[in-house]
């Protein structure tokens, strides 16, 4: 994909690998492109919106069981407002920092675009560890946290959601702490439980959302010929992403043969079943390994086999791969290995799920006229995961209205979401991108696939570019 350009480095300011990654994955995708040809003038928005409109860091001091005073850092990086308000998850976990952060919000910017709603882009959480900690103690940690957040958010300011390490149980507290500082009730919070204002399908959207985008790529791929219906999928991660994603697969007659965690991969040939994925829902929300599943499962572990330290991209032949545990989990090794065992579609339930050597490896398969399937076709996290930002957006517009709408009628605006944002992807990028090949199309299944990569870049860049000279942040 391309080096990061030296006139977007700034010597002057701390290495940050991630942000500049995914920088670099945005401005390549531009620069390769007929964008700047044909509006120059967008090229001069490059360097704005890569900063941020503000960066709010803190210290978060709280109490453990043991009366002991601890002390942790908190973040929000608040990119672009330009759209909406801020939005972006918070998370929390020991390995957070504002690289990591500054990534996340800025593919935050352009996947929020990409939804069609009203929202900005931002980030936030802290490198607090939820693992091995009691309910008392994560609820004294989300109350201290909020007490200084909470003077930085607001329904029509910044309205964060969970992320890693932030599920129900943390964003309710830190509803609750939003609540009592600020003595209001508000949806400054998406992810919420029912009850108290969260959405039908939240929980499922970022998977639900991940197979609707694949299932597009398939059918259009497909001429309309093929669905998930038979198709081997690997997915890795056994969080909610994956968790969903699985169901959703098997519901639409797919087999999934993988999940993984930090420690390693789990892998069944037959496929996993609703059954086995409760199991795995109930150890994960422990915050345990699999590891600790196979010990209490004797069953389980009979039927599936494990890899430590291993990812699953290498092990399985598969039809479709989705990334769904962190960044950079597919390397350019593991992207040949998926091209070289028949992998036809792969798309991310992580955000940056794939390096820029894997992207690259796929980019290239999606043009090699001597593969027959039409190489692996990659859909970038900021188009295939926007699912789950989509539905709190949702949550967002039903709090306005202090309404819930239906399991169905959230579906269905998710489902249609995804549609929308697979139609742009493939309508932009066959505009925009600089290649001198044709492409496959829903009637004709010769020629080359559209790059998908490419048309969520440019499409996600050119709204948020447009918005931004129309509202004076530069000219």
Same mark, same amino acid.
């Given at each position: 994909?391309?080096?990061?350009?030296?006139?977007?480095?700034?010597?002057?300011?701390?290495?940050?690998?991630?942000?500049?990654?995914?920088?670099?994955?945005?401005?390549?995708?531009?620069?390769?492109?007929?964008?700047?040809?044909?509006?120059?003038?967008?090229?001069?928005?490059?360097?704005?919106?890569?900063?941020?409109?503000?960066?709010?860091?803190?210290?978060?001091?709280?109490?453990?069981?043991?009366?002991?005073?601890?002390?942790?850092?908190?973040?929000?990086?608040?990119?672009?407002?330009?759209?909406?308000?801020?939005?972006?998850?918070?998370?929390?976990?020991?390995?957070?920092?504002?690289?990591?952060?500054?990534?996340?919000?800025?593919?935050?910017?352009?996947?929020?675009?990409?939804?069609?709603?009203?929202?900005? +882009? %931002? #980030?936030?959480? !802290?490198?607090? @560890?939820?693992? =091995?900690?009691?309910?008392? *103690?994560?609820?004294?940690?989300? &109350?201290?946290?909020?007490?200084?957040?909470?003077?930085?958010?607001?329904?029509?300011?910044?309205?964060?959601?969970?992320?890693?390490?932030?599920?129900?149980?943390?964003?309710?507290?830190?509803?609750?702490?939003?609540?009592?500082?600020?003595?209001?009730w508000e949806g400054v919070l998406t992810g919420k439980g029912?009850?108290?204002?969260?959405?039908?399908?939240?929980?499922?959207?970022?998977?639900?959302?991940?197979?609707?985008?694949?299932?597009?790529?398939?059918?259009?791929?497909?001429?309309?010929?093929?669905?998930?219906?038979?198709?081997?999928?690997?997915?890795?991660?056994?969080?909610?992403?994956?968790?969903?994603?699985?169901?959703?697969?098997?519901?639409? +007659? %797919? #087999?999934?043969? !993988?999940?993984? @965690?930090?420690? =390693?991969?789990?892998?069944? *040939?037959?496929?996993?079943?609703? &059954?086995?994925?409760?199991?795995?829902?109930?150890?994960?929300?422990?915050?345990?390994?699999?590891?600790?599943?196979?010990?209490?499962?004797?069953?389980?572990?009979?039927?599936?086999?494990?890899?430590?330290?291993?990812?699953?991209?290498?092990h399985i032949k598969v039809d479709v791969a989705l990334p769904?545990?962190?960044?950079?989990?597919?390397?350019?090794?593991?992207?040949?290995?998926?091209?070289?065992?028949?992998?036809?579609?792969?798309?991310?339930?992580?955000?940056?799920?794939?390096?820029?050597?894997?992207?690259?490896?796929?980019?290239?398969?999606?043009?090699?006229?001597?593969?027959?399937?039409?190489?692996?076709?990659?859909?970038?996290?900021?188009?295939?995961?926007?699912?789950?930002?989509?539905?709190?957006?949702?949550?967002?517009?039903?709090?306005?209205?202090?309404?819930?709408?239906?399991?169905?009628?959230?579906?269905?605006?998710?489902?249609?979401?995804?549609?929308?944002?697979?139609?742009?992807?493939?309508?932009?990028?066959?505009?925009?991108?600089?290649?001198?090949?044709?492409?496959?199309?829903?009637?004709?299944?010769?020629?080359?696939?559209?790059?998908?990569?490419?048309?969520?870049?440019?499409?996600?860049?050119?709204?948020?570019?447009?918005?931004?000279?129309?509202?004076?942040?530069?000219?």
């Amino acid at each position: 994909m391309g080096q990061f350009p030296s006139s977007f480095t700034m010597s002057h300011l701390p290495n940050e690998p991630e942000f500049q990654q995914a920088v670099s994955e945005l401005v390549s995708c531009l620069e390769n492109s007929k964008l700047f040809k044909i509006h120059p003038d967008l090229r001069r928005c490059l360097e704005v919106v890569q900063v941020p409109e503000r960066v709010i860091q803190f210290r978060v001091v709280w109490e453990n069981d043991k009366g002991e005073l601890q002390l942790n850092r908190g973040y929000r990086v608040q990119f672009n407002s330009t759209l909406g308000p801020y939005k972006g998850g918070l998370r929390f976990h020991p390995t957070v920092n504002l690289s990591i952060l500054k990534f996340l919000g800025f593919e935050q910017i352009f996947k929020n675009a990409l939804t069609g709603l009203s929202m900005g +882009g %931002g #980030k936030g959480g !802290s490198d607090f @560890d939820p693992k =091995g900690k009691s309910d008392a *103690e994560i609820r004294r940690f989300c &109350e201290s946290f909020m007490r200084e957040l909470s003077r930085h958010i607001g329904p029509n300011v910044d309205v964060p959601a969970g992320d890693i390490g932030v599920g129900g149980r943390e964003v309710g507290y830190m509803f609750g702490a939003y609540k009592k500082y600020r003595n209001a009730w508000e949806g400054v919070l998406t992810g919420k439980g029912f009850d108290f204002g969260g959405s039908y399908i939240r929980p499922e959207a970022t998977g639900y959302g991940l197979v609707y985008y694949v299932a597009h790529m398939i059918k259009y791929a497909s001429a309309g010929k093929e669905s998930f219906d038979g198709k081997t999928v690997s997915v890795s991660g056994s969080g909610n992403v994956a968790q969903f994603a699985a169901r959703k697969v098997i519901e639409l +007659g %797919g #087999k999934v043969v !993988s999940f993984s @965690d930090s420690q =390693g991969t789990l892998l069944k *040939e037959s496929g996993f079943t609703n &059954e086995d994925i409760d199991a795995i829902a109930e150890i994960k929300l422990k915050r345990k390994a699999l590891t600790d599943l196979l010990e209490q499962n004797t069953d389980l572990k009979s039927q599936t086999k494990y890899l430590k330290g291993e990812r699953p991209w290498k092990h399985i032949k598969v039809d479709v791969a989705l990334p769904s545990a962190t960044q950079n989990e597919v390397d350019k090794a593991d992207a040949e290995a998926l091209v070289a065992g028949g992998c036809r579609f792969i798309a991310e339930g992580s955000n940056m799920g794939c390096d820029l050597d894997a992207i690259a490896v796929f980019e290239s398969s999606r043009l090699d006229t001597k593969l027959a399937n039409g190489g692996c076709w990659y859909g970038p996290g900021k188009a295939s995961n926007c699912g789950g930002v989509a539905v709190s957006g949702l949550e967002m517009a039903q709090n306005s209205q202090r309404i819930h709408w239906t399991p169905e009628e959230v579906d269905k605006k998710l489902g249609d979401i995804m549609k929308n944002c697979f139609e742009n992807c493939v309508e932009t990028a066959v505009e925009y991108a600089d290649e001198s090949v044709e492409y496959r199309t829903n009637k004709h299944t010769t020629g080359h696939f559209p790059s998908l990569v490419q048309g969520a870049n440019i499409a996600g860049f050119a709204k948020v570019a447009n918005a931004m000279h129309d509202l004076g942040d530069w000219w």
